[in-house]
């Protein structure tokens, strides 16, 4: 079995503006911290909201992976893009 940092160096990076392209997100709506990340602009996410409201938004609120692979730390949010974690 590879380990972790072989399969991470053996990954083909994308630029984010393609990965933003194919789920709909506009180049526009991106704010670019290079070419392999970019934060989505908060009225491109309200207005996503209000025309997909059965949208989810996750967030991976950490990687902190241990030897064995664990400590990826997801955090699914329900209701609008802005909700607090653990809100209804």
């Known amino acids: ?21 194919a789920i709909g997100v ?6 670019p911290y290079g070419r392999w990340i970019a934060k989505i602009e908060p009225e491109f996410l309200r207005q996503a909201a209000d025309e997909r409201p059965d949208g989810r938004l996750i967030l ?3 990687i902190n992976p241990t030897p064995a692979g664990e400590g990826k ?16």
């Open 1 to 21: 079995m590879r380990s972790d940092i072989e399969i991470a160096r053996a990954a083909k990076l994308k630029p984010i503006a393609e990965i933003a392209g």
């Open 26 to 31: 506009p180049e526009d709506a991106l704010n």
């Open 60 to 62: 991976v609120t950490a």
């Open 73 to 88: 730390t997801p955090a699914l949010l329900h209701g609008g893009p802005f909700a607090r974690p653990g809100s209804p």
